[in-house]
């Protein structure tokens, strides 16, 4: 019990610096851009791109808060029987303009009709590894969604022949504020992970050259569904 609560204690602190870090930078950018602003605006003049790149900056930290509270304080779980297809099909429509461009077909093998789980959280799970699936994939690819029962347990994945996770980072694409993106808060997949934790399911990852990349979620089948 202890060792737990240093533990979550030991994390909150590691997520604080991190925070810290991560709100500084642009809030330095910030401070900068509006002291040239001034200068500019007591000779009379205003540059559009300094007020751009403010509300940019300002955007990206109202980003990274939302992430953060939706992290730290995930909305609890209310399972049903949630239909796979609709929420698949959701998220299709969401991205379908992303997967117009790039020309990336979708291949459907579902199985099951619905899952034990939060629709609203496993909406959210599905719209963000979908979204990193169209991002990672190449011009004229396909991206494939499966759903099947196996062992007592239900399996959806997402997989990509896009771009390969390195080995070295498969272990740490989980953790908060880990990212590998020029944009972007690393906080996506550990959202997606403890979304999943909440609906007592886990979240996996696989990536290779010869087989590409693929999440999956795993939910076992209990007497409560």
Excluded at 145 to 151: G, Q, T, W, Y
Excluded at 215 to 221: G, M
Aim: net charge neutral.
């Amino acid at each position: 019990m202890k060792n737990d609560l240093s533990s979550n204690q030991k994390e909150k602190e590691n997520m604080l610096a991190q925070i810290a870090h991560e709100i500084r930078n642009p809030l330095g950018g910030i401070e900068l851009l509006t002291n040239l602003s001034k200068e500019d605006l007591a000779k009379g003049q205003v540059k559009e791109e300094y007020l751009n790149k403010i509300l940019s900056e300002i955007h990206g930290l109202k980003s990274l808060i939302t992430s953060f509270l939706n992290y730290s304080r995930p909305s609890p779980s209310v399972p049903s029987h949630t239909s796979i297809p609709q929420v698949i099909n959701e998220v299709k429509n969401i991205f379908q303009n992303d997967m117009n461009r790039k020309n990336i077909q979708l291949k459907l093998e579902i199985e099951t009709p619905s899952v034990w789980f939060d629709d609203n959280h496993l909406k959210q799970v599905i719209i963000n590894l979908f979204s990193n699936a169209v991002e990672a994939a190449n011009f004229n690819s396909e991206i494939a969604i499966k759903s099947f029962i196996n062992n007592s347990c239900n399996y959806i994945s997402i997989s990509n022949s896009g771009i390969v996770i390195p080995q070295e980072n498969i272990g740490k694409i989980f953790n908060p504020f880990f990212t590998t993106k020029k944009e972007g808060t690393g906080l996506g997949l550990a959202i997606c992970k403890k979304l999943c934790s909440e609906n007592n399911a886990n979240l996996y990852v696989e990536s290779s050259h010869e087989h590409g990349t693929k999440f999956t979620i795993v939910k076992e089948i209990n007497n409560e569904q």
